[in-house]
């Protein structure tokens, strides 16, 4: 996507890719901490593969000149793009980090015999 976007060999892509590259593999590691992959509305599966794929016809109909152009200042709308990514894969492996935890936090509650703050006696399970 970066080089269709003209998105160049800056430090700024080469991250982006890194970090694109890595969003599925925490993503993978999340659904194996977590037992499943959990995917919420909005998430980067279908509704960005929809973007992507949109992104992709848009340039094969009008061609990728206009992305060398400056949208806002100084910045040309392909650096806007390679920013985006950066940003969205970065959030993406953030909230698998995050996802890791938290699911480890309730298994480890879950073994000191708690859930939710309550025990397993007072839900009715070593009745």
Same mark, same amino acid.
Do not use: R
């Given at each position: 996507?970066?080089?269709?976007? =003209?998105?160049?060999?800056?430090?700024? &892509?080469?991250?982006?890719?890194?970090?694109?590259?890595?969003? /599925?593999? /925490?993503?993978?590691?999340?659904?194996?901490?977590?037992?499943?992959?959990?995917?919420?509305?909005?998430?980067?599966?279908?509704?960005?593969? /929809?973007?992507?794929?949109? *992104?992709?016809?848009?340039?094969?109909? /009008?061609?990728?000149?206009?992305?060398?152009?400056?949208?806002?200042?100084?910045? &040309?709308?392909?650096?806007?793009?390679?920013?985006?990514?950066?940003?969205?894969?970065?959030?993406?492996?953030?909230?698998?980090?995050?996802?890791?935890?938290?699911?480890?936090?309730? =298994?480890?509650?879950?073994?000191?015999?708690? *859930?939710?703050?309550?025990?397993? &006696?007072?839900?009715?399970?070593?009745?």
């Amino acid at each position: 996507m970066t080089k269709c976007l =003209q998105g160049g060999n800056g430090t700024p &892509t080469v991250i982006a890719n890194i970090l694109a590259i890595s969003s /599925f593999h /925490f993503s993978t590691l999340e659904e194996y901490y977590c037992g499943g992959l959990f995917l919420g509305v909005g998430n980067g599966v279908t509704d960005g593969s /929809f973007g992507i794929i949109s *992104m992709f016809v848009y340039l094969g109909m /009008f061609g990728n000149d206009w992305t060398v152009n400056t949208a806002f200042g100084a910045w &040309t709308y392909a650096e806007l793009f390679v920013y985006g990514i950066l940003i969205a894969n970065a959030c993406i492996i953030l909230l698998c980090i995050k996802g890791i935890i938290v699911h480890s936090y309730k =298994q480890s509650s879950i073994k000191d015999g708690e *859930m939710n703050g309550e025990t397993f &006696t007072t839900m009715g399970f070593l009745s």
